[in-house]
Every structure is written in structure tokens, then in C-alpha cells.
């Protein structure tokens, strides 16, 4: 009798101090003061919604409140460590939608497209050439990592075939545009670190091994193998993925710029809509933070206006996503001045580019997960 007694006092001993830690998260949840943004997640934290009568007969407030408990809760970046422990040690291969492959490459899925707007993007870049058919216009698709590096997928991993995907695209825009391949190029350094480990861009060495092989294509007539030099910016780099999975946090890796060996590479590079004007290619205070890879362009906007010293009489128009930022350095030696127009952000249209600045040249470099899930191009290119 006496074993029971000690056995029941001992549970609601436990019960009592459960119940007294959840009273004091609780308290702690309340009295805590929010924060605006989750450095370790690299984002923005939902912050307290306000109560309506329509959000809260709509069911919206508590969608919201639920969204606001989980970012601010106390202690969030300590469970969510223990949380990826423990799924790792039970073998997960995935984490919050991240591919957790082998050796430690981090991958994104390969993202199916809306077909109704994947017709409308082609058919959109296809009417903007046959408009301006006096103006090459060449399209780049950069595959991503789980496309190249397949051999790092995790243990029976499955993804969606990329390589068709962009084959498609390349039919359905025929012989309105230059199609320049990136697979076949990317396919030969396999070996070599084409892809950060703990994000979803191309390295510099990725885009540089591209830009050798597609020079001829882009209207550039000289070897660029050793016309430019590659220099360390930083190798303290973690990048979104790390962030969004909780994998690799500790990770650090390289980024490198890559700057003409000879020559002049003097820039006025105009953030027009910010109506900022700087002389560099690279904004050295984003080293500081955590979105270091936004050292290229300064990270994502709606239009950019390069000039260059190039004795190049030509004009680009880059249509783009953020893969495009470390890619830009190779063309300023070669085009008077490039237009970096990023539709994610830009209202305008094409048109107003065309008629604003006098392009000789277009290029639309996205990376294919983007291209596929971009409801943005067909709008820029069409005005609708």
C-alpha cells in the first residue's frame, strides 16, 4: 500500500510541475517582448494580429493567432534544433520541404509548373521577340541543384524531371529566340562545387563555367577562359536553405567574385525606382548580414541600370531572378550598358524598357524553379 501511495504522490508530483512549466512558457510568451525577424530562419516573424469581427467570424484570426504562437514562442530556435535532431536521427530525408542530401547537400525539389501560366510565360517572351525581331533575343534556364547533382539525392529520393522540362520550353519557343544550354555545360563539372551546400543558388564558379561556354552565343567573340580572376569575399556564408530546414546551420562556405584580370571594370549602377546610385557591382555591407549572397547587386529589385566603360557600342535588357546577380560581372566588359529588370518587383513593362532605353540585345536568365512558378513574366512582357 505504502509502494502505491509513494507511486501516486510521485505522478502528481510530475503532473503539478507539468502543469506549473506550462503556466510559466505561458506567462513567458506574454511578457516576452516579440521579435520582428528570426535571424537563424532568415525572415520575417508574424507579429500579434489585430481582433475584427469579420476575421473572427471568418476563422482568419486564429489562422493568425496560430501563425503568431508558433514564430514567437519562447524558446522557438531551441525546439526546432531538438525537432531536426531528432528527425534527422530517425533518418529523415527531407526538412520542411528542403532535400537533406548526401554529404550535407541541401537541395530544393523540383517544382512542377502551372501549365496555364507556363503557356502564357512562353507565349508572352515569343510575342516580345517577334515584336523587337530586329533585337536577338537569347533565353537562359540554369537547372537547379537536384537537376545536376542527382547523385547526391538522398537514399531513394525521386524528383521531378527538369531536363524535360526545359526541353519543352526550348520547343515551344523555336526558332523565336537563341535557346544558350546550361545542362550539358553544368553535366561536365559535376565534381566541382557548382552549388552552394546550404543554398539554392549556382556558385560564381557554376555561373563562370555557363558564361565560357555561352559567350559565342551571347554575340561575344573572344576566349574569356582567362580573362577574369576569381577573389574570396567571404567564407562565412550559410545560406536560405540551411535557414529554412535547420540542417547545416554550422556550415560555412565560400562566396567569390569574379573581376576582369585586365582592363578597367569602373560601373555607375543606377537603382532606379530607389533613385540610389553606387559605383560598385557589389554591396560589401551584406557580408555583415545573413543574406550574404545578396553582396551581388545588393540582392533583389525591380530595375538596375549598369553603365559600364566598355567601348561596346551594345545595350542588354537582363530579364531575370536572383541567380542572374552573380552572372552579371562576366557581361560588363562587353555591353555599354546593361537594364537588370527583375518582374518579381517591377510594375512596369517591357515595353517601357524598349522605349526608354535603346537595347541592341536580350537576355532572360531565370533559374527553372523560378521560370516554372513566376506568375509575374507573362505580365511584364505583355502589360496585362
Known amino acids: ?9 510521485t505522478e502528481s508530483l510530475i503532473g503539478k510541475i507539468f502543469i506549473l512549466l506550462l503556466f510559466f512558457i505561458m506567462i513567458l510568451n506574454f511578457v516576452m517582448p516579440d521579435k520582428e525577424q528570426s535571424e537563424q530562419e532568415n525572415r520575417v516573424l508574424e507579429t500579434r494580429p489585430g481582433l475584427t469581427l469579420s476575421s473572427a467570424v471568418s476563422g482568419d484570426f486564429m489562422e493568425q493567432w496560430e501563425s503568431y504562437m508558433s514564430d514567437q514562442f519562447v524558446g522557438r530556435n531551441l525546439w ?6 531528432l528527425d534527422r536521427l530517425g533518418g529523415s530525408r527531407m526538412e520542411n520541404g528542403v532535400l537533406i542530401g548526401k554529404g550535407g547537400q541541401l537541395m530544393e525539389e523540383i517544382s512542377l509548373p502551372d501549365q496555364n501560366q507556363l503557356n502564357d510565360n512562353v507565349a508572352a517572351i515569343k510575342s516580345f521577340a517577334q515584336t523587337y ?44 529566340v537563341s535557346w544558350i544550354d546550361t545542362i550539358s555545360v553544368l553535366n561536365k563539372h559535376t565534381s566541382e562545387k557548382l ?47 540551411a535557414s529554412k530546414s535547420g540542417v547545416g546551420l554550422g556550415e560555412k562556405e565560400q562566396i567569390d567574385i569574379y573581376v576582369p584580370a585586365e582592363g578597367d571594370d569602373d ?10 546610385k553606387t559605383t560598385s557591382l557589389y554591396d560589401s555591407s551584406k557580408l555583415e548580414t545573413r543574406d550574404k549572397y545578396g553582396v551581388f547587386l545588393g540582392g533583389n529589385t525591380s530595375v538596375v541600370d549598369i553603365k559600364t566603360v566598355s567601348t561596346s557600342q551594345r545595350r542588354l535588357l537582363l530579364v531575370k531572378d536572383s541567380f542572374a546577380d552573380c552572372f552579371v560581372p562576366f557581361l560588363t566588359p562587353y555591353f555599354r550598358e546593361i537594364v537588370v529588370v527583375d518582374p518579381r518587383y517591377y510594375s512596369g ?36
Open 195 to 241: 552549388y552552394y551546400k546550404t543554398d539554392h543558388h549556382w556558385t560564381t564558379q557554376g555561373a563562370f563555367y555557363v558564361f565560357r561556354e555561352a559567350a559565342p552565343a551571347l554575340g561575344i567573340d573572344e576566349d574569356v577562359s582567362d580573362k577574369f580572376v576569381s577573389y574570396t569575399v567571404t567564407d562565412k556564408f550559410n545560406g536560405v536553405l
Open 1 to 9: 500500500m505504502s509502494g502505491r501511495k509513494r507511486k501516486g504522490r
Open 80 to 85: 526546432r534544433s531538438i525537432k531536426v535532431g
Open 267 to 276: 560601373v555607375v549602377v543606377n537603382y532606379v525606382d530607389e533613385a540610389r
Open 349 to 384: 513593362t517591357m515595353t517601357d524598357i524598349m522605349d526608354t532605353y535603346r537595347i541592341t540585345d536580350t537576355l532572360i536568365l531565370y533559374s527553372g524553379n523560378t521560370f516554372f512558378t513566376d506568375n509575374s513574366i507573362s505580365g511584364v512582357f505583355t502589360g496585362e
Open 133 to 176: 525581331s530586329d533585337i536577338p533575343t537569347r533565353v537562359m534556364l540554369v537547372p537547379d541543384a537536384a537537376c545536376i547533382l542527382s547523385a547526391r539525392l538522398p537514399a531513394f529520393a525521386t524528383v521531378e524531371d527538369q531536363r524535360q522540362m526545359f526541353s519543352m520550353v526550348e520547343q515551344e519557343l523555336g526558332d523565336s
